[in-house]
């Protein structure tokens, strides 16, 4: 293993940076289309509702690969052509959007009904209540999942070698193919891997202890 790391090591950094860049994308996005659509699924309206309800549901039962591959394959067929890392960072903040929107929406539910209605009772519109009273509460509520779904987001990232997306995995398996040391070759891919999730988990705890 810590001859695959020295004597390719360029590459191995590319990778890695090409996974942490499109991680940290998807990561944001992911918490961003996630919590759009969490409100949506808690709405009084009905059709707002489906429409969250019908986002979520059909985007966390179909396979991350597949939505990258339609992202890669088929959306250039009709528009302009689209690289292999952003369709796997399309493909995986979509995916994630739709686990994040759950975790969200259980943890605005989880929160006392009766903090929004002693906030509405002081005067407060529905968008102050939530933004100032139940969303910080269902926050702290939702840190330990939330940190889960980010793990998950960046090991799932492993899509974009299917796509060229030129990722850890994408180099790992080029320097594979050439030096036929499958073993050591896996071996540095998933420590690098490891570099990249141990210190997000020790975040989440941090924020989940700190937060408690």
Do not use: C
Not at 151 to 170: P, R, T
């Amino acid at each position: 293993m810590i001859s695959i790391l020295v004597n390719h090591w360029p590459e191995l950094w590319s990778g890695f940076l090409f996974t942490l860049g499109s991680s940290i994308l998807a990561l944001v996005g992911s918490l961003i289309v996630g919590t759009f659509f969490a409100f949506m699924e808690i709405s009084e309206r009905k059709w707002v509702h489906a429409i969250g309800r019908i986002y979520v549901e059909v985007f966390r039962n179909i396979p991350l690969l597949v939505i990258t591959m339609f992202f890669y394959v088929v959306i250039p067929m009709f528009l302009t052509g689209v690289s292999g890392f952003t369709a796997g960072t399309i493909g995986l903040t979509i995916y994630t959007s739709a686990f994040i929107a759950e975790t969200v929406r259980a943890g605005i539910e989880a929160v006392d009904p009766g903090q929004m209605e002693a906030a509405r009772s002081n005067g407060l519109t529905y968008v102050q209540a939530m933004a100032h009273i139940v969303f910080p509460q269902a926050i702290k509520i939702t840190i330990p999942p939330l940190g889960n779904q980010f793990i998950n987001l960046v090991k799932n990232s492993s899509v974009l070698a299917f796509v060229a997306g030129f990722d850890l995995m994408y180099q790992g398996n080029l320097i594979a193919s050439t030096t036929f040391d499958t073993t050591s070759t896996y071996l540095a891919i998933g420590l690098l891997y490891l570099i990249l999730t141990l210190p997000l988990s020790y975040f989440m705890r941090y924020l989940e202890k700190k937060w408690a």
